[in-house]
């Protein structure tokens, strides 16, 4: 009778640790399904659909301003945009940086700094 109880004990435990696997393993491939359907819809919008702004918190004429201007119009050629070079230099590069901040996080405000 040992033997017996043994054995539906094991099968019991055996069947609960299979469900809890096959739950465990289709939390990340929902999750997987749910990503995939928000970055399809994600690919829809169009960007950029107006000019880029880089935002160099140093004065006109300086490494990260050549560097700025020198990237600009690869960067417009890629995205298919204008890339604007604004220089807003002051404070340590604080009052770019503020700048850059406080403008909406759209993707279409960068900073370059050094």
């Known amino acids: 009778m040992r033997s017996g109880f043994a054995g539906y004990c094991a099968h019991a435990i055996s069947t609960t640790s299979a469900r809890a696997t096959s739950r465990s393993l289709m939390r990340p491939i929902y999750l997987g399904l749910c990503l995939a359907v928000l970055a399809a819809a ?16 140093w004065p006109p004429a300086g490494n990260v301003d050549i560097t700025a201007r020198t ?30 901040v406080k403008s909406p996080a759209d993707g279409y405000t960068l900073l370059l700094g050094s």
Do not use: K, M
Not at 42 to 56: D, H, K, S, T, Y
């Open 71 to 100: 990237v600009a119009p690869a960067l417009g050629d890629a995205l298919g945009q204008q890339v604007i070079v604004e220089n807003r230099a002051g404070a340590g590069g604080t009052i770019g940086t503020a700048a850059v």
């Open 42 to 57: 994600a690919l829809g919008q169009e960007f950029p659909n107006r000019p880029v702004r880089i935002v160099v918190p």
